[in-house]
């Protein structure tokens, strides 16, 4: 087991597999099962929770619409034999796995990607629509593995106690924003009470911010996705002794270079 230090494979994918996809899934688990697994969860017109990062089809499949203007059914009919899984599917095959569930409970620009819509354009309160769908399928059971990722702490505070059995964290592109008031005053207020890790990405993290944290009992993850240099960010990880590091494209060595870093 990867106790020590958590290696948290992004967007559901790995080496050459479409994100947020079971074959994506299952290249990571066939380097080891002990990994996180990442995945993004968007939800269909009919109330069908999916993994899927995007808000549209534009960036993926050059299809100008969203998904929430479809069924389940009809999103897969249009995307010439791959098909989106349901996030109650990935649970049900994979009752073991660790997994984090990045929810799409806000519109950032970076969700419309290739896209001539835009977030003005959705007129309807996605958030509430994903967290009514999620409601009816996650359980105490089937997200005894899970961690959640929600855009905001007023939405942490929301999440938290419709799913009591899941640690509920902030992501990275939150924390960015407020690095500055950390490293001058200390003031981690926006992180709420209690807060268990943060997420802090490649190019961000300094030693002084790890030390930060972890004095005041709060672990510290690596978010390296978009670092092409994968093995500089286990060194950085390694040397500035933080709890695990997020990022894409996870080999066998990786996980031997673990393995001897903590051994």
């Avoid at 001539?116 to 629509?129: C, L, V």
């Avoid at 005894?144 to 702490?153: E, G, M, P, T």
Wanted: net charge negative.
């Amino acid at each position: 087991m990867l106790n020590s230090f958590e290696i948290i494979a992004h967007k559901g994918r790995n080496l050459s597999a479409k994100e947020n996809s079971i074959e994506g899934i299952e290249e990571i688990r066939q380097v080891s099962q002990d990994l996180r697994i990442e995945i993004d969860i968007n939800v269909t017109k009919d109330d069908v929770p999916i993994l899927f990062h995007d808000v549209t089809l534009s960036r993926l499949f050059g299809i100008n619409t969203t998904i929430f203007e479809h069924t389940y059914a009809e999103l897969n009919a249009m995307l010439g034999g791959f098909c989106i899984p349901s996030l109650e599917d990935v649970l049900q095959r994979y009752p073991e796995q660790k997994f984090l569930l990045d929810l799409r409970t806000d519109l950032h620009t970076n969700f419309f990607e290739g896209s001539t819509i835009t977030p003005e354009d959705i007129q309807f309160d996605h958030t509430e629509k994903l967290l009514s769908a999620l409601q009816k399928i996650l359980t105490t059971e089937n997200t005894r593995h899970c961690r959640i990722w929600v855009a905001s702490l007023a939405e942490k505070l929301r999440v938290q106690p419709m799913f009591p059995g899941c640690e509920v964290d902030l992501p990275e592109r939150l924390l960015r924003e407020h690095l500055g008031a950390v490293l001058s005053n200390g003031d981690i207020s926006f992180l709420g009470d209690s807060p268990k890790r943060v997420y802090i990405s490649f190019s961000r993290i300094t030693a002084e911010l790890v030390e930060l944290f972890q004095q005041r009992g709060i672990e510290v993850i690596l978010c390296s996705s978009l670092q092409k240099n994968r093995k500089a960010a286990f060194d950085k990880a390694f040397r500035l002794g933080v709890n695990g590091i997020v990022t894409a494209d996870i080999t066998a060595t990786d996980i031997t270079l673990q393995r001897e870093s903590f051994s």
